[in-house]
């Protein structure tokens, strides 16, 4: 059965999703409630195909939600600059982020302390770099973190929309640090750019299948582990460590075009992040 988002819900499929009989395609489901958000006509329509018994339970929850509004506590005033600030931070980040930002920062810091005092070793910044941002997904997408997960994931709206939004606001967070830190070094920041996008697309990819903060430590602990070890498994310096053999210009069009093929991969699987269980 096909939902039509434009102007109205089709009847046949209003009847559907207001009897649960819409059938197991989520995608129609979803549709049909993001039209509900903004649709009056169909959302009142909808309230009349509710059962008599369903209809009496709402009616007596409104009316006491009611009551209670007005016999209690009135509501904390905010100003226009508040309102539009906290709707900007629900719909972007979580107050979980603030101690992953600390945490991250606090180790590009201490890297970059790691590279000034032992400058003939192979860079520990370089090896941080590309999975920088994937401790912030992990926290901004999982459900032990966010006290809110379950309202949040239950809305029309929730999946890879809200995932990007929150992506964006991690690599927000991350890449002036790493900046600052590769121009501390001497080093060209914008090599990272791209080990970054293309490790944040293959977690947001991996995750629709395992879960965001499953993937993000599959791919950065094994990317920090396998590195590392063959970077600082040996005594002496390594002028072929992995860090410094695939993070340079001459790689870069292999990580730009990885990153495209992993963002169309995410993009197709798109309805999976939807799923619930990506909230590990």
């Known amino acids: 059965m096909t939902a039509h988002v434009a102007p109205h819900v089709a009847p046949a499929a209003l009847a559907a999703y207001a009897a649960g009989t819409l059938g197991p ?16 006509q169909c959302r009142a329509r909808l309230g009349e195909l509710a059962a008599p018994p369903l209809r009496a339970l709402l009616d007596d929850t409104r009316t006491t939600i009611l009551a209670k509004a007005r ?7 905010r100003s226009p600059l508040q309102g539009r600030l906290r ?15 600390a945490m991250t920062c606090s180790a590009i ?25 994937l401790a912030g997904l992990a926290v901004t997408w999982s459900h032990r973190a966010n006290p809110a997960w379950e309202t949040i994931a239950g809305t029309a709206r929730a999946g890879l929309e809200l995932l990007l939004r929150r992506t ?13 830190a590769g121009l501390a070094l001497g080093r060209n920041p914008a090599l990272w750019l791209l080990p970054c996008l293309t490790f944040t697309a293959a ?5 629709s299948r395992i879960g965001v903060p499953l993937a993000s430590a599959l791919l950065g ?3 920090l582990a396998a590195a590392g070890a063959v970077t600082f498994g040996h005594g002496s310096a390594s002028a072929t460590a992995p860090a410094e053999a695939l993070i340079r210009a001459e790689t870069m069009p292999a990580w730009a075009a990885a990153a495209v093929v992993l963002a169309l991969l995410t993009a197709l699987r798109a309805d999976h992040l939807r799923n619930p269980a990506t909230w590990r």
Do not use: Q
Request: proline share 12%; charged share 15%.
């Open 25 to 40: 395609d989520p995608a129609t489901t979803w549709t049909i409630e993001v039209h509900l958000e903004r649709c009056a």
């Open 203 to 207: 977690t947001l990819l991996l995750g």
């Open 71 to 77: 016999s209690g506590p009135r509501p904390v005033p």
């Open 109 to 133: 810091l201490a890297a970059v302390l790691l590279d000034w005092n032992y400058p003939d070793r192979p860079s520990v910044v370089l090896l941080l770099a590309p999975v920088a941002p």
């Open 221 to 223: 602990g094994g990317w």
């Open 168 to 180: 964006l606001a991690v690599l927000a967070l991350v890449l002036p640090p790493l900046t600052v």
């Open 87 to 101: 709707r900007w931070r629900l719909r972007w980040t979580g107050w979980s982020v603030l101690g992953w930002a």
